[in-house]
Structures are given as C-alpha cells and as structure tokens.
C-alpha cells in the first residue's frame, strides 16, 4: 500500500526536492507553506503522515500538530528539520510528532521513515533519539528548558543558538536574511530576558541545557 503525504515547510525548493526524491514512492496529496495552510491540507486530506518542518510562519509545527489534535485521527506527523538542538527535538515529540529527523537523510531513507511512521513506528536520526531517551529518563530537565525558552520569541530562538553557537553578528544577520542592526536588538532581548550579561555566559547556559 502506498502512503499519502502532505509536505509542510515554508521554503518552495525544499518542497520541490522533497517532492521529486519520494514522488515515486509515495503519494504526494498537498504541499503547505505556514501553520494556517498546512491545517487546511490536513484537514482537507487526512494524509498517512505529514511530513513537517519544525519552523513555519504562524506558530511552528507544534502549532499545526495543535490545532490538528483529535481532528485527523489515522494522520501521523514526522518531523523532518534543519535543527538537530535538544529543545526542538523533545519539544516536536511532546507535541505529538512520531518521528524526527534532519534534512541531511537521503530520499530512501525518508521514503523508509514515512513507511515506519504510517505503521506506529517512532523513527528518530540516531543521534537525536538520544536526546528522547536522555529526556524521559530525566537527564536533561525539559520543563527548565520550555520555561527558560518560553520566554523568548521563535526569532529570538534562532538569534540565540546562532550566536551561541560562535556566529557572529553578521552571519546570523546572513543567514536568517535579516540586518545586522535586527540581529543586535534580538540578541540584546535574549540576554535581558535569560537575565544573562555576555555571549560567554550564553554560550554557557545553551550548552548546560544541550541547545547547541
């Protein structure tokens, strides 16, 4: 039997090669682009799994798997994002995904986990499941880390792990197409916010909570 699938994220090339890499295999129903878009297509088509970016305009995936709950009951979601950081990954699988893996896994591969997630399987990139495993056995304290990132905006996120990360200023501003001077703001609101003073002592505190 071959599964259905809606593809959400809000990057069109992303879609496209998504679309030619498993088009084959699967049965591609719709594509979304936003939170708004992607529970339309959903709901319209009840796919076996929706394949799901973990940052959409409008909410996130966690908003879409939110406000899909007990309204798409045979429709599993699989996470498939760019961000491999603990909180992303335990927050998705809270939310109700059954799966997670990075953009880096092949077409057959993914082709593979759409199956394993339609049957009830979990599917994580091997890596990642150990940040489950790790957060159920209560060694990373997620309800800190949701608390401590509830704080700050889905921009703000990504501001913070970039420059946690050893980015500077500019490249975060070229990576998330953003101006330098937006970049500065952001990160002025992350360290007010966190209570922190320096880059140091953020690079610190991310690295404690297993965010990089």
Do not use: C, N
């Amino acid at each position: 039997m071959t599964e259905s699938v809606v593809i959400v994220d809000d990057h069109a090339m992303f879609r496209t090669g998504v679309r030619a890499e498993i088009g084959g295999a699967v049965e591609v129903l719709a594509e979304a682009a936003d939170v708004d878009s992607a529970v339309r297509a959903v709901l319209d088509h009840r796919p076996d799994v929706v394949l799901l970016d973990v940052h959409l305009p409008g909410g996130g995936g966690a908003e879409v798997m939110r406000r899909t709950a007990g309204r798409a009951e045979t429709t599993r979601f699989l996470a498939v994002s760019v961000s491999d950081a603990a909180e992303d990954v335990i927050g998705t699988i809270r939310a109700g995904a059954r799966g997670y893996v990075t953009k880096t896994i092949t077409g057959p591969e993914l082709v593979d986990a759409i199956g394993r997630v339609a049957a009830g399987d979990a599917v994580f990139s091997p890596r990642l499941a150990g940040f489950v495993l790790d957060a159920f056995a209560g060694t990373i304290e997620v309800a800190q880390v949701d608390e401590d990132l509830d704080r700050l905006t889905e921009r703000e996120r990504e501001v913070m792990r970039l420059i946690a990360r050893g980015y500077s200023y500019k490249e975060v501003a070229g990576e998330l197409f953003i101006s330098t001077k937006t970049v500065e703001t952001h990160m002025s609101a992350v360290l007010r916010k966190l209570q922190l003073s320096s880059r140091h002592e953020l690079t610190r505190w991310a690295s404690e909570r297993r965010l990089l």
